[in-house]
T-cell receptor
Framework: DTAVSQTPKYLVTQMGNDKSIKCEQNLGHDTMYWYKQDSKKFLKIMFS???????INETVPNRFSPKSPDKAHLNLHINSLELGDSAVYFC??????????FGPGTRLTVT | QKEVEQDPGPLSVPEGAIVSLNCTYSNSAFQYFMWYRQYSRKGPELLMY????GNKEDGRFTAQVDKSSKYISLFIRDSQPSDSATYLC??????????FGTGTSLTVIP
């Protein structure tokens, strides 16, 4: 049974489109995250939610908007996609002061 | 200067070798330290989690933290081809927001 799941796994789209990535965790964790991993494998935090409340909002273009309908879900909506948005996006979850469990990633390619 | 510095490698070793992976950091407030392993096209998975300074051992893996030098290490003994992956260090001051290194790519040759 998958702990942290993301959909879709692959996403190929054109510049200017709007797309969403969904994340769900069944671990009962209070905190969820979105990370972006570039082609050089650098993993950078974008957002963190704790009990549906935004607690970390790194310097990310406001074209990126996270939404947490409940503490088991954290979705990422991206408007007006740009070539530089191409990356692998990872969702993760954790309980307080504990390890983060990562999802399998969503490989986004913007053409 | 990045919060966390990690040599990206690539590192290539023969099977059975001892592997040493390292990260340095600049923020003296960091007190939570993690090592993740990431296989190609997969999400990172936790290997070791250490709080504050000292050593921690788990099977063939040993994590060391030297806060005075702002330096952490991961040692892999008797390396196996299945250890071939990218290893990411991560650290945090609060246990909420973690800063990751760029990852070191390791290949263990049979």
């Amino acid at each position: 049974d998958t702990a942290v799941s993301q959909t879709p796994k692959y996403l190929v789209t054109q510049m200017g489109n709007d797309k969403s990535i969904k994340c769900e965790q069944n671990l009962g964790h209070d905190t969820m995250y979105w990370y972006k991993q570039d082609s050089k494998k650098f993993l950078k935090i974008m957002f963190s939610y704790n009990n549906k409340e935004l607690i970390i909002n790194e310097t990310v273009p406001n074209r990126f908007s996270p939404k947490s309908p409940d503490k088991a879900h954290l979705n990422l909506h991206i408007n007006s996609l740009e070539l530089g948005d191409s990356a692998v996006y990872f969702c993760a979850s954790s309980s307080a002061l504990d390890e983060q469990y990562f999802g399998p990633g969503t490989r986004l390619t913007v053409t | 200067q990045k919060e966390v510095e990690q040599d990206p490698g690539p590192l290539s070793v023969p099977e059975g070798a001892i592997v040493s992976l390292n990260c340095t950091y600049s923020n003296s407030a960091f007190q939570y330290f993690m090592w993740y392993r990431q296989y190609s096209r997969k999400g990172p998975e936790l290997l070791m989690y250490t709080y504050s300074s000292g050593n921690k051992e788990d099977g063939r893996f040993t994590a060391q933290v030297d806060k005075s030098s702002k330096y952490i290490s991961l040692f892999i003994r008797d390396s196996q081809p299945s250890d071939s992956a990218t290893y990411l260090c991560a650290m945090s001051a609060t246990g909420n927001q973690f800063y990751f290194g760029t990852g070191t790519s390791l290949t263990v040759i049979p």
